[in-house]
């Protein structure tokens, strides 16, 4: 079961106006949604096909109660067909468009809309766009396709003059900066760097805290298993947040005390090979006291000081208890 699909917050607007257009019966047969990278077209693409089949639609789209809604969040409405680019090339073949256009034609099952989501519609390859030009031209009744695009240019003129185009821009900053404050520390800068697109800041910060841990484990290991000096080690983490460093290295040491009692330690592979390759290097209770120190620096002063300070002292102290 996925849940329903929340509109984007800086899209609200654009929602609330489509809907307003439906309820006045005069949605057009296509649309193309189109804006930058991680604007939110998928997610606004899927509220809206969401709200269109829901039985009992508002402004806010989709009710999340009804039957349409319940056979939406299980996968299993018979008036929604959704495609989207597959396989290596990433492109959209023209047999799932050939499918589509014979799916489309077919009359509402549940007397309300049909609608179609084609995801990167840019992806289409050169066929698949020419077989769904027909469908562009004749929809069945009630029926209403959703292309999204980055790049429209990409698209075939004869496609993109049979929608109607509608660009999702940032139409709502401070609603997006509330939403990024729930998962950023600095959402104003990560928006501003990701060129005002909030999922293009998401997959940042997430690519960002792939590569601080593979840092942090490497940092780990060279510590604890005596390769390099501390003060080659503490500099690989200097560009590295001090707080993040300590956090990770004090919920690490637990997990070493962990494993030296046979317990389960339930984190990521990579983490558990780094644990497994140390954990005998301090006994349970040496373990404890770095895990203290590591606390007590974490909840000081001393995170406003350069990480690489803060941490050659801690290191120099680790490696002389793991000189046995
Ligand atoms: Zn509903």
């Not at 489309?104 to 077989?131: C, F, K, M, P, W």
């Not at 800068?189 to 999922?199: E, F, I, V």
Request: hydrophobic content about 45%; aromatic content about 4%.
């Amino acid at each position: 079961m996925a849940p329903l699909t929340p509109c984007p917050p800086w899209l609200l607007k654009d929602g609330a106006a489509l809907m307003a257009r439906a309820a006045r019966d005069q949605l057009p047969h296509a649309l193309l949604l189109s804006g930058i990278d991680g604007i939110g077209k998928r997610r606004f693409a899927r509220w809206l096909a969401e709200a269109l089949l829901c039985r009992r639609r508002s402004e806010a789209g989709a009710c999340g109660g009804c039957d349409a809604c319940h056979q939406l969040t299980a996968g299993s409405h018979p008036d929604f067909l959704m495609l989207a680019p597959e396989g290596a090339s990433a492109v959209i073949k023209v047999d799932a468009v050939r499918e589509l256009t014979e799916w489309i034609q077919l009359t509402a099952g549940q007397g309300s809309y049909r609608v179609a989501l084609l995801e990167q519609a840019d992806s289409l390859n050169h066929s698949a766009a020419n077989s769904l030009l027909k469908t562009l031209e004749e929809p069945g009744a009630q029926a209403v396709l959703i292309l999204t695009a980055t790049r429209t240019g990409a698209l075939p003129a004869t496609i993109r003059s049979r929608c109607q185009k509608i660009t999702l821009g940032m139409h709502d900053r401070a609603a997006a900066i509330v939403w990024l404050a729930e998962m950023l520390d600095d959402p104003e800068t990560a928006l501003l760097d990701a060129g005002g697109a909030p999922y293009a800041a998401m997959t940042r910060r997430d690519e960002e805290h792939v590569a601080a841990r593979t840092l942090l484990l490497q940092a780990w290991n060279d510590l604890f298993l005596h390769k390099g000096s501390v003060g080659r080690i503490s500099t690989s983490l200097s560009r590295l947040d001090t707080a993040l460093c300590l956090s990770t290295f004090s919920r690490w040491t637990l997990l070493a005390v962990r494993q030296l009692e046979n317990l389960p330690i339930g984190a990521d592979p990579a983490v558990v090979t780094a644990i497994s390759a140390t954990h005998e290097q301090l006994e349970k209770e040496q373990w404890f006291t770095v895990h203290d120190r590591l606390l007590q620096l974490h909840r000081s002063d001393s995170t406003s000081f350069k990480t690489q300070t803060v941490l050659e002292g801690i290191f120099a102290d680790i490696r002389l208890m793991t000189n046995r």
